[in-house]
């Protein structure tokens, strides 16, 4: 049973645009979500996160928002840029340690200019 | 600044050698440690995590094992490699509590 999904495999945004990214989990004790971005051949590099007590954090151009109760996180692009163009992994975790993440499998972001 | 390095990049093993990879952190003290795996397509597994030298969580069962010889050493092991351990492996490392992951490279292993 996967506990953190991301139901779209990939995504096509043209530049300038919003891009937004979904991901849903199950397991109500997951209180700590992140989100990293990943070019090919090289690690996951973080991106941004949010506690289980907000709803909204906010970073330049990227924004999470957390729905606790659809169990239910987005990532916000605005404006696209095609460097943005990666695999963007979501992440949850509980017991405060994030580096014991639970991974979904990723959504592949194109940017077109 | 902190600075993770782990090799190989790549590594092409046959099936029934041992696998050793390593990684190192530096510009930190006392990191929290962890390999993931990610399958083709898939996201990141958790295989171990370290709080501390000498300290191993493993979270699957598997035909790996993983040591901590020292604060900011990692190494991911394997006597006899099976084909299913073909993957792309990325040691990563945190500071305790809420803290993102700060991953590596990567290691990209087949096993023929």
């Known amino acids: 049973d996967q506990q953190v999904k991301q139901n779209s495999p990939s995504l096509s945004v043209q530049e300038g645009r919003i891009s937004i990214l979904n991901c849903d989990y199950t397991?109500?004790?997951?209180?700590?979500f992140l989100w990293y971005k990943k070019y090919p051949a090289e690690g996951p590099t973080f991106l941004i996160s949010i506690s289980s007590i907000k709803d909204k954090n906010e970073d330049g151009r990227f924004t999470v928002f957390l729905n606790k109760s659809a169990k239910h996180l987005s990532l916000h692009i605005v404006p696209s840029q095609p460097g943005d163009s990666a695999v963007y992994f979501c992440?949850?975790?509980?017991?405060?340690?994030?580096?014991?993440?639970?991974f979904g499998d990723g959504t592949t972001l194109t940017v077109k200019p | 600044s902190q600075t993770i390095h782990q090799w190989p990049a790549t590594l092409v093993q046959p099936v029934g050698s041992p696998l050793s990879l390593e990684c190192t952190v530096e510009?930190?003290?006392?990191?929290?440690l962890y390999w993931y795996r990610q399958a083709a397509g898939r996201g990141l597994q958790l295989l171990f995590y370290s709080v501390g030298i000498g300290q191993i969580s493993s979270e699957v069962p598997q035909n790996l094992s993983a040591s901590r010889p020292q604060d900011r050493q990692f190494i991911l092991s394997s006597k006899k490699l099976l084909l299913s351990d073909s993957g792309f492996y990325l040691c990563?490392?945190?500071?305790?509590?809420?803290?993102?992951?700060?991953f590596g490279n990567g290691t990209r292993l087949t096993v023929t």
């Open positions: 990563a490392w945190s500071r305790p509590r809420n803290s993102p992951l700060h």
């Open positions: 397991n109500s004790m997951f209180d700590y």
């Open positions: 510009g930190t003290s006392n990191p929290n």
């Open positions: 992440a949850a975790s509980e017991d405060t340690n994030a580096g014991k993440s639970t």
